[in-house]
């Protein structure tokens, strides 16, 4: 029977207009365990009309079976599912998925205990898929008036909101903590990136500090040496000086200058010579020390110049820097004439005499072959002899002397090389009787060269083979022709030169750490080297000490 109208009398409790009270009201009661709703008991009845009058979520469950009743608060609590089919019936069959979890509970409250949660957290099957709650609830007993329990009274709030919110922001400010941490750690790092780019940049200041003292005493240096600078491009040519070298090339501070016009200026004997350098330093990356007479642009004024350079290749490798410095050095080139004219002048004087000498000497020879006074011919050989290495050392002197005050010509002419050689071979015979003197050489060379020059240069390049080789040991002279040049070689079997020397050699009055008490001056292979230098030519050594010496030198083939 429904209870449609029924809301005066038994029915009162329900006559509320909540969604619930209608919902019990129509509901028919008859049928269920609970029977007739006019049969409830009025515990019963005016409990659910507690819950029902309350705002806030309730329910009671009634008798051991715990049938449920609830109001309207409580209803979203039973989602889509459980509503309504859970009114008036037993609360453990509409909640079967936590029943092993709360069941206990509401035992303990059947046995006269109260229970009170907090956010305990159950997953409910309300909504069609299983989802996790939190509630806060208490459940106390309903006393009868005998003091036995009748029901459980439950006060229930879902918190699954507040607490989704609190589990954010745990998780929230764990990651903002892991964040932080993060932070702190790169933070840390950049401390200490920051630190080591503190130190680089200490040392990139003390390096520049540095570079700038080098290069503030590079300048007092450049300037109290009062150099000038120049720097050459190797493919525009450009030519960039500083004032002091358009100084020394007779030029104003700020008069241009280029390389054509510097070269125009050097003295016409040593024109080709620095010119053939440079180009060959800029483009060959050979040496450049070269010292030369300049005449002054506007003053018309002579300076010896000495120029040292190098050539720096850019990185890109497309074009080179050749850089360096020239620097005054007519007071030193003023003394050493000084000294040139002296020695020219004693050597001069010594000639003349040294010349008589040699005349008397050889009448003597003769008056005393004649006179058959056989006794007296060995000595004055012996002193012809002194005399004429007496005459050739005053001749190396004057020659010297001649070279550097730049008074010696070279009269070119062609002849044969080879030729020339086998001349000098017959000559060697005669002079040198200590040594084996020969010249493997058959083809002629024409060369255009100095004649005497050269013959100067191989006389010297035997006279010295057979200075530092053991007597009796043969001197090899060969000359060949290769591409456009002659190369004639003068081998020894003699002490050697040490490969750090061979360069040495033909420094002016450098002497050999191999000749012991050898005498010399150290002239001849520089005067060789002048000789062979000024015809465009090239002069050398290969040697190992102890195991004999070549000496090579090339001069340039007749047209
Ligand atoms: P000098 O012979 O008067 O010392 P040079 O200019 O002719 O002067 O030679 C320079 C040095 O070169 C010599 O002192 C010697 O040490 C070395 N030298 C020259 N020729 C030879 C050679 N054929 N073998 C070994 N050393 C040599």
């Known amino acids: 029977m429904r209870n449609e109208n029924l809301t005066q009398g038994a029915f009162s409790f329900v006559n509320g207009s909540s969604e619930m009270a209608s919902l019990i009201r129509m509901k028919n009661w008859s049928g269920s365990p609970l029977g007739a709703l006019e049969s409830w008991p009025e515990m019963l009845k005016s409990m659910i009309a507690t819950v029902l009058a309350s705002p806030f979520p309730m329910h009671i469950c009634w008798g051991k079976q715990l049938f449920l009743f609830y109001n309207d608060a409580y209803r979203p609590i039973l989602g889509s599912t459980k509503h309504p089919v859970a009114m008036g019936n037993p609360i453990g069959d509409s909640f079967p998925e936590v029943w092993e979890q709360v069941g206990p509970l509401y035992q303990t409250v059947l046995e006269g205990q109260s229970v009170r949660h907090s956010d305990r957290e159950l997953i409910l099957n309300r909504n069609g898929s299983p989802e996790t709650c939190y509630f806060d609830f208490s459940y106390s007993p309903i006393i009868g008036r005998g003091g036995q329990v009748l029901g459980v009274m439950t006060y229930v709030v879902e918190t699954s909101v507040r607490k989704f919110a609190e589990i954010e922001k745990l998780k929230l400010s764990k990651s903002v903590y892991a964040i932080n941490e993060e932070l702190t750690t790169s933070n840390e790092e950049l401390v200490q990136a920051n630190e080591e780019l503190m130190a680089v940049q200490e040392h990139l200041k003390q390096t520049i500090n540095q570079l700038e003292e080098s290069d503030t005493s590079l300048r007092l240096a450049v300037e109290a040496a009062d150099f000038g600078i120049w720097h050459i491009h190797s493919l525009s040519r450009d030519f960039i000086t500083t004032p002091r070298l358009r100084e020394l090339f007779g030029l104003g501070h700020f008069e241009k200058i280029i390389i054509e016009q510097a070269i125009t200026q050097i003295r016409e004997d040593f024109r080709d010579y620095v010119s053939t350098t440079l180009e060959n330093a800029i483009y060959n990356n050979g040496e450049y020390d070269v010292t030369y007479p ?266």
Not at 449 to 459: E, G, H, P, T
């Open 294 to 559: 300049v005449i002054g642009l506007n003053d018309n004024k002579l300076r010896w110049l000495r120029a040292i350079g190098r050539l720096r290749a850019d990185p890109s490798g497309e074009f080179s820097d050749f850089t360096g410095v020239v620097m005054d050095v007519s007071d030193i080139k003023k003394d050493e004439e000084r000294k040139n004219d002296f020695i020219g002048m004693v050597s001069h004087e010594l000639k003349t005499p040294l010349t008589s000498i040699s005349a008397y000497l050889q009448f003597l020879e003769m008056q005393i072959s004649k006179a058959g006074a056989d006794n007296l011919q060995r000595p004055v050989a012996r002193v012809i002899m002194q005399v004429r290495k007496m005459s050739k050392m005053i001749e190396g002197f004057l020659d010297l002397a001649r070279f550097e005050s730049a008074k010696i010509q070279l009269n070119r002419e062609i002849f044969d090389l080879a030729g020339l050689c086998t001349e000098l071979e017959l000559e060697f015979a005669d002079q040198i009787g200590t040594h084996i003197i020969k010249f493997s050489g058959k083809e002629s060379v024409m060369v255009f060269a100095d004649r005497d020059k050269i013959a100067q240069v191989i006389n010297n390049l035997v006279g010295n083979a057979a200075k530092y080789s053991p007597n009796g040991s043969t001197i090899l002279m060969s000359c060949v022709r290769k591409k456009n040049i002659a190369m004639v070689s003068i081998q020894d079997q003699g002490i050697g030169v040490e490969g750090n020397e061979q360069v040495k050699l033909f420094e002016r009055y450098y002497r050999g750490e191999n000749n012991g008490t050898i005498a010399g001056f150290g002239i001849g292979l520089y005067l060789s080297a002048e000789i062979i230098n000024r015809h465009n030519g090239k002069i050398w050594v290969e040697s190992e000490a102890g195991n004999g010496s070549t000496f090579w030198f090339t001069v340039p083939l007749a047209n």
